[in-house]
């Protein structure tokens, strides 16, 4: 077990290769951070963090994905409010000194990769089976393919005329979410044609789409079943990847941290045992 950071709705755990981010369950907590549970988010998968102020005597511990690298955050599409962003830690502002210590922590673990696109998915998305209930139909997904089910009181008569759909993973190039929140959100699967261009037309009349609606389609039921689909679409054409042995930490920068630690003990916000645990990581490092 790595380090624990405990802040507002959520704790990260600091481990040699990732943070793994635990969410807490209860009503303040919003319902998509409370159904995604845990995530773990290799180092590989950063592209930077920040620690700035927050409101009413916080500070935010930000972690920013690489674009690619989370298909949750991918299919989201910066529609996400900020409060349901799974890599915000709301902090209490007297553990700033210690938020900025880890901050740094992880600073230091970026890759040279950290200002690309990933080519993959590094961050696992929620598992199949998933489901949820839209306005005009019930969507499906058991990992390997996607069905609507339509209702009478909500599906067009275009979708009524096409029938109950089922698609293959292997049939799909693409997932598009759009937001419950906004007028006309929808989910649509982006399906390959024959000359490889994708379907279009308003959602409500496309047999490969369901339309939301007030309490239809809600943020934490949809977007982890749209997050859950585009990674099994991208899985289809994933190539293995070859391991880069991590590079070693500068010597200086090993022994600021070291001080740096040192101050935090001596300032009481680390423990004796913490103390000598992270620098005996520290100095493995060299």
């Known amino acids: 077990m790595g380090d624990v950071l405990a802040g507002i709705q959520a704790t990260w755990e600091f481990e040699s290769d990732s943070v793994l981010i635990r969410f807490e369950r209860g009503i303040r907590t919003p319902k998509l951070l409370s159904s995604l549970r845990e995530r773990r988010i290799p180092h590989e998968a950063l592209a930077s963090v920040t620690l700035t102020p927050g409101k009413r005597g916080t500070v935010v511990l930000h972690a ?31 553990r700033e000194t210690l938020a900025e210590y880890y901050a740094d922590e992880l600073r230091a673990v970026l890759g040279p990769d950290a200002a690309r696109p990933a080519e993959r998915h590094l961050v696992h998305a929620p598992e199949a089976p998933l489901g949820f209930k839209a306005y005009d139909g019930k969507a499906s997904f058991d990992g390997s393919h996607v069905a609507f089910r339509w209702f009478w009181t909500g599906a067009s008569s275009a979708k009524w005329k096409a029938g109950d759909q089922s698609f293959a993973v292997s049939e799909l190039s693409g997932v598009e979410w759009r937001s419950p929140e906004v007028f006309d959100g929808y989910l649509r699967l982006l399906r ?12 409500d009349q496309d047999p490969a789409a369901v339309v939301f609606g007030l309490g239809y389609g809600p943020v934490h039921e949809s977007l982890p079943f749209a997050a859950a689909v585009l990674e099994a679409v991208r899985r289809q054409n994933q190539t293995p990847a070859l391991t880069v042995p991590a590079a070693r930490r500068d010597p200086a920068d090993i022994a600021d941290r070291i001080r740096h630690l040192g101050d935090l003990h001596l300032a009481g916000l ?14 493995a490092e060299l």
Request: charged share 35%; proline share 9%.
């Open 64 to 94: 920013v994905p690489r674009p690619g690298a989370d298909p949750l955050m991918e299919a989201a599409a910066g529609q996400l409010k900020e409060v349901c962003d799974p890599y915000r830690l709301v902090l209490p502002a007297e």
């Open 192 to 203: 390959r044609g024959a000359d490889g261009t994708e379907d279009a037309g308003q959602a």
């Open 270 to 283: 680390v423990t004796d045992e913490e103390f000598t645990r992270k620098k005996a990581e520290l100095l």
